[in-house]
Every structure is written in C-alpha cells, then in structure tokens.
C-alpha cells in the first residue's frame, strides 16, 4: 500500500505531512514510557523485521499479491507510540533508499501505514485482551484479529484521502470495493504473520511482548479437592504470561530475530510473488495511476530492491535486502536508544526529590 507520488494531489499531502509530523512527535514522547534498556533493542529488531517481511509478497487473488505492513505487530510487541515510529523508519528508509513509496506522499505514507494501522490494530487488541481470558493464547487471538482488522483500515483511509485529493477522476465507489475488497484477503495474511510472530516471543520472552504487560496465567493446583493458587515461587513472574522457564536470553532473541530477518530478506524474498500488490493492482485497474510522477530517488543504487550493476537478479535483489535489514536496524536502534536515553535523562536527581 505504498502510495506513489502523483496519487494525492499537494494540498492533500500536505496536509497529511503534518498530521504525520504531529503523529511522530506526540510518538516519541509516548515512546519513553515504553521503552526500556530491555525494549529498545527489541524496537529495532522489530522495525528490521518489518523491512524484511514487507519483501515477502504472498499471492492473494489472481495476478493480485499482498505484503505485511507492519501496524499491529509493532504495536503489540512494543507498543503503539514505538509501533508508529517503527513502521515511519521502516517507509523513511523504503522511500529514500529503495524508491518505494513516494517523498512527496510519505506523509500519506505515514498516516495511511503508520498510524491508522497501528491505532486501528492497538485499539481493537486491547478491547479483545479485556473479553478474553488471560493468557497466551487469548494475546495470539487477539493479535490475529487486530491485524486482520487493521489492513482493510488502512484501505479505508486511503479510500477517504483519494476522495478528497485524488489526481484522476474515478468514481469513489469503485475505488471503495476494489481496495476494500482485496485488502480484506491481504489481512489474513498480515494476521497470520502476526498471529505467529508475537506467539514466537511469547514463548521465549513473554515479558518482552507490550501487549501482553499486566496479564498473569497463575499455576492452580488441587489441593484436598479445592483449587489454590500455586506458591508465588513457581508462578509466572508479574507482568508475564508464561513460566520463566520458558525464557531466553534477550540476546539470543536478538540474534535469532536478526538472522531471521536477514533470511528473510537476502535469500527467500527472491521467491515472493511477483504479482502488483493491492494498491498497484487497483490502480492499475481502475485509472487511478494516471498521473503517476517520477520517483525522486529512482536513480539511488539501491532502487525498486536491487543493487545497481549486480546483473545477477538473485544476488542483486539478495544484497538489497540484507543492506536495508542493516540500514533500518541500525537507524531504528539508535532512534529508539535516543529516546530511552531521553526518558532517562527526564528523571533527574531533582524530579526525583520532588515525587
């Protein structure tokens, strides 16, 4: 669903450039109380993640494919204000590195994929969190649901921005069920990948995952033939999920999430479907790429996920990969390090004194 530039005309995009500015900035002070010397890192790995799975385009309909974007994800494991920066580095990066998505449109960009996603996706996990029972398996429910959820939003959002900025003239009903449509079969695959990514970090490191923060599965045993509660000792500990016995090391965690995602994106993207995504498909269909502009950075090395003068379409699009997992590792991690370091920096001796 990366919009182009020329889609949205520029009073539009501008406006939406500010909605994303005031988004990020509210975001990142949201992000300090999220995030920890145990977090930050994660949010990170979970931004390169998100790079590397979004190269994973699965077929959805014929001559239609669909990737992940990313919202729910992050929201769920490292909340919703570090959700949002996330997926904004993982577009900032695609757009000027790759030439995916366009600059003039990354505002739209970061409201349509960014926050409606995000906000859509927190918001309907936690309504799903309170209903369900407790527990790990109520956190993949409700992973899978959001996520599910949150993709035809994101469809809607755009619906309403071309509505009211669209460059070509194409009835709005017709663009309403087309994108509706086929981004209702793109969020089953963004649940399933949701669903099975957050339940992989709950069974290593459940006190990692935001969402799951304040939910207890406490052991019970028979005792007598009454029901007790386990002795604090062998229960999960507060705020987790799981035993600790089925905790790792975060630096495994990382390692393995980094290596997956380099996986990911150097050697099995070479295999995703090469059929246009939703909003390609539909644009194509419908008239809408009409007045399609030039890509400002359609001639950096890395454009459209290849390595300028790599003739080898495998190696080519492989090393494209891994550098961007790098790139957006890197400059996810010190982003949400400054951020922690700020929030660190806010509790000094004297606010100290004065609570």
């Not at 959700?83 to 580095?89: E, K």
């Not at 619906?159 to 994108?179: C, E, N, P, R, S």
């Amino acid at each position: 669903m990366h919009v182009p530039d020329g889609f949205i005309n520029a009073p539009t995009s501008a406006v939406t450039g500010v909605v994303a500015a005031g988004a990020i900035a509210v975001s990142l002070r949201g992000a300090r109380r999220e995030l920890d010397d145990r977090t930050a890192p994660l949010a990170g790995l979970v931004a390169a993640f998100i790079f590397a799975v979004q190269m994973l385009n699965f077929p959805v309909a014929a001559g239609t494919s669909g990737h992940l974007l990313g919202g729910a994800l992050a929201a769920i494991l490292v909340g919703p204000f570090t959700g949002i920066l996330c997926v904004s580095v993982v577009l900032l990066m695609q757009g000027v590195l790759f030439a995916d998505g366009g600059l003039t449109a990354l505002g739209v960009n970061i409201t349509d994929m960014a926050i409606v996603t995000t906000v859509v996706a927190y918001a309907v996990f936690r309504g799903l969190v309170k209903l369900l029972p407790h527990g790990r398996g109520s956190v993949t429910v409700a992973s899978f649901l959001a996520a599910a959820l949150s993709v035809p939003a994101a469809a809607v959002a755009f619906t309403f921005l071309y509505w009211i900025g669209g460059t070509t003239d194409v009835a709005i009903g017709k663009v309403a069920t087309a994108m509706i449509g086929v981004h209702v079969l793109i969020g089953v695959g963004e649940a399933v990948i949701t669903a099975l990514t957050v339940g992989a970090v709950l069974a290593v490191r459940p006190d990692l995952v935001h969402g799951a923060r304040g939910l207890r599965q406490t052991l019970r045993l028979r005792v007598n033939g009454e029901l007790v509660d386990a002795p604090a000792a062998d229960a999960a500990p507060a705020g987790s999920a799981l035993p600790a016995a089925a905790r790792t090391s975060r630096r495994t965690l990382w390692v393995t999430g980094l290596v997956t995602s380099l996986v990911l994106a150097g050697f099995v993207s070479f295999y995703a479907s090469a059929s246009p995504d939703g909003l390609e498909k539909v644009a194509a269909d419908k008239g809408i790429d009409a007045k399609t502009g030039k890509h400002a950075t359609s001639d950096s090395p890395l454009a459209d996920y290849g390595v300028k003068d790599v003739t080898n379409a495998r190696l080519s699009g492989g090393l494209a990969g891994v550098i961007g997992v790098g790139v957006t590792v890197v400059g996810g991690s010190a982003v949400f390090w400054a951020v922690r370091r700020r929030r660190g920096a806010d509790v000094s001796p004297t606010a100290v004194e004065n609570v």
